[in-house]
C-alpha cells in the first residue's frame, strides 16, 4: 500500500505543477532554508516546474532533481487565469491586480496603511531592543555557524550621554530653550 502511495504522487506531482523560469543563477537547496543542504545549482533562464510555496520559498522541479529556491529567483510562466489547480492558484498568487496598490512578495507583512499613520513611539519597546544586542565574538560565532562571509565594518561609537540645550541668551532657542 505505501509504495502504491509512492507512486500515486509521483504521478500526480507534474499534473499540479506550474511551468516557471528561474531569474538568476540559484543554489538548490532540500528545504526551505538558507541553512538547508544544497543539493544543486539552477542557472538563470532554466525553465523549472513550481511545485509550491512556503513562506519566502519556492519549491521547483527539474527534471529529475527538486529542491527549493529563494522565491525572488524564480517566476511561473502559466498564463494568466488559465490554469486549473497549482498552476492557477500560483499564477494568480503572483500578479498584481490593481496597478494602484503594491504587493509585498517579502518582507514586512501585517501592517496596513492606517496602522502606519496612527504608529507612535513607545520607549518600552525601544528598550526591549536590548535584549537582541550581542557582543562582537558572539556575532562572529554565529556568522561562522551560517556560513556568512567576513567583511570588515567598523562598529558604531558608544553612545555619548545627551547633553542639554544652552538655554542662555546666546542660544539659538532663546532663554526659553526649546519652543
Same mark, same amino acid.
Given at each position: 500500500?505505501?509504495?502504491?502511495?509512492?507512486?500515486?504522487?509521483?504521478?500526480?506531482?507534474?499534473?499540479?505543477?506550474?511551468?516557471?523560469?528561474?531569474?538568476?543563477?540559484?543554489?538548490?537547496?532540500?528545504?526551505?532554508?538558507?541553512?538547508?543542504?544544497?543539493?544543486?545549482?539552477?542557472?538563470?533562464?532554466?525553465?523549472?516546474?513550481?511545485?509550491?510555496?512556503?513562506?519566502?520559498?519556492?519549491?521547483? *522541479?527539474?527534471?529529475?532533481?527538486? +529542491?527549493?529556491? =529563494?522565491?525572488? %529567483?524564480? @517566476?511561473?510562466? /502559466?498564463? !494568466? &487565469?488559465?490554469?486549473?489547480?497549482? *498552476?492557477?492558484?500560483?499564477?494568480? +498568487?503572483?500578479? =498584481?491586480?490593481? %496597478?494602484? @496598490?503594491?504587493? /509585498?512578495? !517579502? &518582507?514586512?507583512?501585517?501592517?496596513?496603511?492606517?496602522?502606519?499613520?496612527?504608529?507612535?513611539?513607545?520607549?518600552?519597546?525601544?528598550?526591549?531592543?536590548?535584549?537582541?544586542?550581542?557582543?562582537?565574538?558572539?556575532?562572529?560565532?554565529?556568522?561562522?555557524?551560517?556560513?556568512?562571509?567576513?567583511?570588515?565594518?567598523?562598529?558604531?561609537?558608544?553612545?555619548?550621554?545627551?547633553?542639554?540645550?544652552?538655554?542662555?541668551?546666546?542660544?539659538?532657542?532663546?532663554?526659553?530653550?526649546?519652543?
Amino acid at each position: 500500500m505505501k509504495n502504491f502511495l509512492f507512486i500515486a504522487c509521483l504521478v500526480v506531482t507534474p499534473v499540479l505543477a506550474a511551468p516557471g523560469v528561474m531569474l538568476k543563477d540559484e543554489d538548490l537547496r532540500a528545504s526551505a532554508s538558507a541553512s538547508a543542504a544544497r543539493v544543486g545549482r539552477l542557472a538563470k533562464g532554466a525553465s523549472v516546474d513550481v511545485l509550491g510555496r512556503q513562506g519566502g520559498w519556492t519549491q521547483v *522541479a527539474e527534471g529529475t532533481r527538486r +529542491g527549493w529556491v =529563494r522565491i525572488l %529567483s524564480v @517566476r511561473s510562466t /502559466a498564463a !494568466a &487565469g488559465a490554469g486549473a489547480g497549482l *498552476a492557477g492558484l500560483v499564477e494568480a +498568487g503572483g500578479r =498584481r491586480s490593481d %496597478s494602484s @496598490r503594491v504587493v /509585498a512578495v !517579502a &518582507g514586512l507583512r501585517g501592517l496596513n496603511e492606517e496602522e502606519l499613520k496612527s504608529a507612535r513611539f513607545d520607549a518600552n519597546q525601544l528598550m526591549n531592543l536590548d535584549r537582541y544586542q550581542v557582543d562582537r565574538a558572539d556575532a562572529e560565532h554565529y556568522a561562522r555557524t551560517v556560513n556568512l562571509r567576513h567583511r570588515d565594518l567598523g562598529y558604531l561609537p558608544a553612545p555619548q550621554p545627551e547633553k542639554a540645550p544652552d538655554k542662555g541668551p546666546g542660544s539659538p532657542w532663546g532663554e526659553g530653550g526649546l519652543p
